[in-house]
């Protein structure tokens, strides 16, 4: 039979187990928002001379005559493997992620209210993505599958000041969503191993939150542009439900015992809250009749996410605030644009995106690093008020290593790389 004193300690080492961690990064925050910025490696602050302005700098948008429209689509697909390390999961022992496809999609609207002031809606998803593990995973106690949305309703107002200067101010309203899923664990005391004794599922609504965004376009001669643009920190208060599900072990009494630890027969409110980065991008670029040349320097302020806490109502046994103590991380951006002929150009792009997780934090529900990114596509005018862009960039992610140093006890070695490949029709009504 198993006594108090063991069951108040696995009762301990279930809440340590059970208490949930979502993560944030480079990795999960998207500007795949614009087929032609994207193929210049996201350097479109200073160019921002089509609809998909709304992302980049929406200040551009003002100088644009008419009522403009673009839409597409980016399909994602990441790989991610893993090397243990001692002492656990221990040297020798290997994992891979499945396999997924992401597509998150843009949309953009911009028309004229007079002579010089613009509005404009963008649609599109800044954050997302996704991990996805095999259930015998090792880290599988960590996380199974997170799977993160977060959807952008963002209108602006785009004044020209003078022929060379624009300034615009929009709201950012993010539509957020999360998903998680991982294995419960628990001493069994009868063999003092670690043993699987269900699994977690827990869910959001669609939970929204609000910022703002400013931006300038200045136009300063001979070719030459620069752009500035800020968007505003946007915290998300998550409320939703958590599922369990019991696995025997084969053990009757220690089973009785977890059952009575976690709510298996009920589904209890959960709440956390997530404050999303702010975004300061500087722009320089320079353009002639065919050729293009952009620099943009982007400071993500990941810095304000702190902690994560997990509140599972009416179970504060298996409740947490788990620490993060991210770093505000800079990305480096580079990107040319050569124009063939009136119907055709082809853009090319690098970029160096440092990661703002800490190595403490990295785990198999973000396994981030700094990446390493190479982009070409092109622009094909269809006739006189259609184009189509399409841009593809891979990313490359050196080797991370926990360096023994991770929360959960989990170390070992990511090696990462991602495929994007998108469309964006763009079309003057």
Known sequence: MVNARTCGRMAGVVAMLLAPTFVFGAGFALFEHGARGVAMAGAFGATADDPTALYYNPAGVAFLEGTHAAAGAYLITLASDFQGADPYPGKG???????????????????????????????????????????????????????????????????????????????????????LTRSIGSINPYTQKVAEVGQAHLYSDNNGGLGFNLAFLGKLGRGVSLGLSYRSRVKVYFEGNASFVQFPTGYSDFDAIVGRQIPFDRNPKVASQIEFPDEIRLALGWRDDRWGVELDLVKMGWSSFRELPIDIKGYPALSSVRPEHY???????????????????????????????????????????????????????????????????????????????????????????????????????
């Open 93 to 179: 022992y290997t994992a891979s992620q499945k396999s997924q496809v992401f597509y998150p999609p843009h949309v953009y609207l911009t028309g004229r209210l007079s002579e010089n002031l613009r509005w404009g809606v963008a649609l599109n998803a800044p954050f997302g993505l996704g991990t996805w593990w095999d259930d015998d995973f090792a880290g599988r106690y960590i996380t199974k599958r997170a799977d993160l949305k977060v959807f952008n309703v963002n209108p602006n107002l785009a004044y020209r000041l003078a022929d060379n200067a624009a300034l615009a101010v929009g709201l950012d309203y993010y539509i957020a969503a999360i998903d």
């Open 327 to 429: 770093e505000d991380s800079y990305t480096y951006r580079f990107g040319v644009e050569y124009k063939r002929s009136a119907t055709w150009a082809w853009q090319f792009g690098f970029l160096y995106d440092e990661s703002p997780v800490p190595t403490e934090s990295v785990s198999p529900l973000l396994p981030d690093a700094d990446r390493i990114g190479l982009s070409i596509g092109f622009s094909k005018q269809l006739n006189e008020r259609m184009r189509l862009d399409v841009g593809y960039l891979h990313l490359d992610f050196p080797h991370r290593s926990t360096k023994g140093k991770d929360h959960d006890g989990f170390n070992g070695t990511y090696e990462n790389q991602a495929h994007l490949l998108g469309f964006t029709v763009v079309y003057k009504l």
